[in-house]
């Protein structure tokens, strides 16, 4: 499995961005896929996880911002990322955990990254 993440940038506050995980080697469908990120001098931190089932499960702390698709046909994850605030700042990071472990919020549970992409909430 093979994981490329796209779509960071610079954005003011409370702009959006867009960021996609391109998956190939395996169907998106039958990975649990999360996304994670990382700011400087903090541990990385589970987002959102998109379950193999479909269900997805948001940290609190984007619930009502970020939003997170499947594209089953382009074997992609999506995560729409709205009223970005300065604190959103972080290399963004997607993962798979292909063995669909129970504790999906860990970074230890993920067996495959892709590289970061860069996201800068900034005025």
């Known amino acids: 499995v093979q994981l490329q993440a796209c779509g960071g940038g610079l954005v003011q506050p409370g702009g959006s961005l867009r960021l996609s995980c391109v998956v190939s080697?395996?169907?998106?469908?039958?990975?649990?896929i999360g996304w994670f990120r990382q700011a400087p001098g903090k541990e990385r931190e589970v987002v959102v996880v998109?379950?193999?089932?479909?269900?997805?499960c948001h940290v609190d702390s984007v619930k009502g911002r970020f939003t997170a698709s499947r594209d089953n046909a382009e074997n992609t994850i999506n995560l729409q990322m709205n009223s970005l605030k300065p604190e959103d700042t972080a290399v963004y990071y997607c993962a798979a955990d292909i063995r669909r472990s129970v504790a999906i919020t860990l970074p230890r549970s993920y067996d495959t990254w892709g590289q970061g992409t860069q996201v800068t909430v900034s005025s």
């Open positions: 998109v379950r193999w089932s479909g269900s997805t």
């Open positions: 080697g395996r169907r998106v469908n039958t990975l649990n």
